[in-house]
């Protein structure tokens, strides 16, 4: 009875998820959260100032989201693959950048947690010449890459550029040092389960197991367009 007084007496706090808002006051506090997040079918960038267990995802979001961090980058002359690990059943951490596919129709998706810690603090992701990092207020996108809705199926990251939006509030962006076309990669036990061109361009690179680029005359397993072929 106790434990339920003192959970329904925590204060309510509201994550705005478009412009952002000043949670300073309530960093490192425990609170029930409220927030409403567009999400569209296929693959979201996600960063919010609290924690979610695999089973508050699953409720969130449906049983067939999945979530994905960024393992690695695998760079090839001006190319780069980023290459994201499934991270779900370890849930997602506060402050910390995924990507998180969602199989509904595209909406808000109300999140409600009770006895959640937010936090302030960013923990971007450094590989090389890539940061992926959340982004907490509304922010422009110029230099910088990300996720738009019309490359949701493929979790393609575009140049953001000078778009009137930029980046809304519990999204990601990454920043690359090098300014060269970005690919990305879906690791699965074979290690490499799917691929997209992230370079804006219409040609599709063929990658075999290792995530190596091969060109035409490779034989062998080939990874293109999310499909494996037999050459």
Known sequence: ?????QMSAQRTVYVNTMQGNDLSKYDQ???NVTSFRVVFQGWNTIC???????AE???TFGNDCRLETLTDVRVNGTEQTLVFGDVKAQGLEAGKPYILWYGGESNYVTIR???KQLTTEQHPIHIG??????????????????ILARDNATAQFVSVGGTVNGFFATRCAIDNDLQGNLLTVHGDA??????????GGQQTAAFN????????DHRGITVQDGHKVLR
Do not use: K, W
């Open 57 to 59: 995802l699953n409720a």
């Open 29 to 31: 506090q425990t609170v």
């Open 129 to 146: 010449a890539i940061t992926f990092s959340g982004i907490a207020e509304q922010t422009e996108g110029t230099g910088r890459y990300g």
């Open 48 to 54: 919010l100032p609290f924690g979610m267990t695999e």
């Open 113 to 115: 947690l009770q006895g």
């Open 1 to 5: 009875m106790c434990c339920a007084l």
């Open 190 to 199: 074979t290690g490499v389960a799917s691929l997209s061109t992230v370079n």
């Open 209 to 216: 197991l290792a995530g190596q680029r091969v060109g035409a």
